[in-house]
């Protein structure tokens, strides 16, 4: 065998050693965390269908629960505790469940109702996550 | 308030950066070595010798130059949190072990050594000790949250140059002291962690909130010290000591205050560490050198460097340390190869490799390499091209999978971490 026989070999052995070598990405393994179960009302996310897994790989998904009444149209009552999440209102009181699109909305403490136009009955959340204190726009509500 | 209050969360996301630091990459010197099982400080005669023991220099007739180009493809795995809905309207969360696809790196390896006397050998070389990447995208909340995608990019580099003196004190001993300076550079762009149902901070309109980290330093103040003994001819030892070097990388994170849209830029220092490391390795070669038997031994302190990493941030003049928990182990590496020299200028070789990890199951996280150990099988072979002109080509296959049961603070949830690797390396030695 000449030397650049030789050469071929092997750059064609470590191409093929390279596409072998791999599995199809995914998901591997699947465990539940066991007290991860809320309530409908508490997740504080949209509900919808999608895809799941690594890169999108195809997952039917299923409804999610609707709004609380108490929240306006497009918000979802969330458990701020069932999170990890501390609040406080402006009068220093605790915030159990707060509207919510799932995103920091800001929040003039001066005057909640123009920084929160959508919600009815507005007030500033003073929110601690990670050591990190926002304010966002929230409004209690019953789960 | 805010704005200081965010930084601390940037913060927090800053140290995944640096804990994407391997523990031992085999190969990244010289293709026989690879070959072998990523042993060599008892035998290898080429300028890829130089950081592996710097004494085995006295080897060389006169002149040696070395380059390596080193294919290194990984693929990740590692548990993530999800959130998906129930049935009844409610949200429950899983641990899934997503795996990735496949990420590349290309490394390099260029070294020199020459004969300035019959007893001293000089040299230089540039080398990584740590070349990796790792893209991952996921789907936090798949259902719940459809269009919210999260990725980390990381991508980390250790590079040192090396400027050996070897020096034969008696006709078969040989030491050698070697000067380090060691380059450091993370780039990691990871979303900021929040209490949303996708467990990352989102700005207004529902997207990720991401920290772009850029840190790079160097370190002059490393130093490897080496012995080269061979008591009868088929018979060699060698011994090398890599000292430790921290070196504080500085640079910038980069990021958006999820409050009202601004640039959010902070002062960055990350230390990183290359620890004490000891190594000694054997070869033995019998039917007329044609066959050699060749092992070598590692041990890196890994415990004493990486108890924690400690990332410094500063802004309008404040600064702020954020200390992660790593406890991270002692690690081993345990290499074996053998070579055979079939014909006049053609050797085969293989070898196998075992590496403790340094990270502890309880603190294990998906930036990090998994915990547990890794087992690597190897072959390749080697050809005299001309006279003066050697070239060596190697393949070798990680597996590198453990399975974690229990949940801690610490880590990243049960699972099974995983980063199966594939290496192809091919190294030519010019020697006079």
């Known amino acids: ?143 | 308030m805010r704005s200081v209050s965010f930084s601390v969360a940037v913060l927090v996301l800053a140290t995944a950066g640096t804990a994407s630091a391997n523990t031992e990459i085999n190969g990244l010197f010289d293709a026989r070595s690879t070959a072998l099982g990523g042993s060599g400080a008892g035998y290898l005669d080429s300028a890829g010798v130089i950081p592996i023991n710097p004494a085995a220099l006295d080897q060389i007739p006169k002149l040696a130059l070395t380059f390596q180009g080193l294919l290194i493809v990984t693929q990740p795995q590692a548990p993530y949190t999800i959130t998906h809905p129930d049935s009844g309207g409610g949200t429950y969360q899983n641990y899934e072990t997503l795996r990735f696809d496949p990420v590349a790196a290309p490394l390099f390896y260029l070294g020199g050594a020459y004969r300035v006397h019959e007893r001293v050998v000089v040299g230089a070389a540039v080398y990584p000790l740590l070349g990796m990447g790792t893209t991952s995208a996921y789907q936090p909340a798949p259902e719940l949250m459809p269009k919210l995608e999260v990725t980390n990019d990381v991508a980390a580099g250790l590079g040192e140059l090396g400027v050996p003196v070897s020096v034969r004190l008696l006709d078969n001993l040989s030491l050698a002291l070697m000067w380090r300076a060691t380059y450091v550079t993370t780039s990691a762009t990871q979303p900021v962690a929040g209490g949303g149902a996708g467990g990352v901070i989102l700005d207004s309109s529902g997207n990720p909130i991401y920290a772009d980290l850029h840190v790079s330093g160097w370190g002059f103040t490393g130093l490897q010290a080496g012995v080269f003994y061979k008591p009868i001819p088929s018979l060699r030892f060698g011994l090398s000591y890599r000292s430790k070097v921290k070196v504080d990388a500085t640079g910038t994170t980069k990021s958006k205050n999820p409050v009202d849209g601004s640039t959010v830029e902070l002062e960055t220092t990350q230390p990183f560490t290359s620890p004490h490391t000891f190594r000694a390795g054997v070869a033995w070669t019998t039917l007329h050198d044609k066959l050699m038997f060749a092992a070598d031994f590692k041990f890196l302190m890994y415990a004493e460097a990486y108890e924690s990493l400690d990332t410094t941030v500063v802004r309008n003049g404040m600064s702020m340390t954020t200390k992660t928990i790593t406890n991270w182990d002692n690690a081993i590496a345990l290499n074996f190869g053998t070579e055979y020299q079939v014909s006049d200028g053609w050797w085969l070789r293989a070898g196998y490799l075992y590496v403790t990890s340094a990270v502890p199951e309880d603190y294990a996280k998906a930036a990090m390499p998994p915990p547990g150990a890794s087992n690597a099988v190897t072959a390749g072979l080697g050809i005299r091209i001309i006279d003066r002109l050697h070239a060596d080509v190697a393949g070798a296959y990680t597996f590198y999978e453990t399975e974690v049961d229990t949940a801690t603070p610490d880590n990243a949830g049960v699972g099974i971490y995983a980063n199966n690797t594939l290496q192809v390396a091919v190294s030519a030695t010019y020697h006079l």
Do not use: Y
């Not at chain 1, 990670?130 to 019953?142: E, L, N």
């Open chain 1, 1 to 143: 065998m000449t030397h650049i026989g030789a050469w071929v070999v092997l750059v064609s052995l470590a191409i093929a050693s390279i596409t072998a070598c791999f599995k199809e990405p995914g998901v591997v393994s699947v465990s539940r965390i066991p007290g991860s179960e809320r309530p409908a009302g508490a997740s504080g996310a949209a509900h919808g269908s999608g895809a799941g897994g690594a890169h999108g790989d195809a997952e039917a998904g299923s409804s999610a629960g609707e709004n609380a009444a108490a929240c306006p149209s497009g918000w979802n009552c969330m458990d701020l505790g069932a999170l990890g999440l501390q609040a406080q209102d402006g009068k220093g009181e605790a915030v159990a469940f707060t509207c919510s699109k799932g995103a920091i909305m800001p929040c003039d403490d001066a005057n909640p109702a123009d920084s929160c136009k959508d919600l009815t009955n507005p007030f500033c959340a003073h929110v601690t996550v990670s050591g990190m204190q926002i304010v966002s726009c929230a409004q209690r509500c019953t789960p």
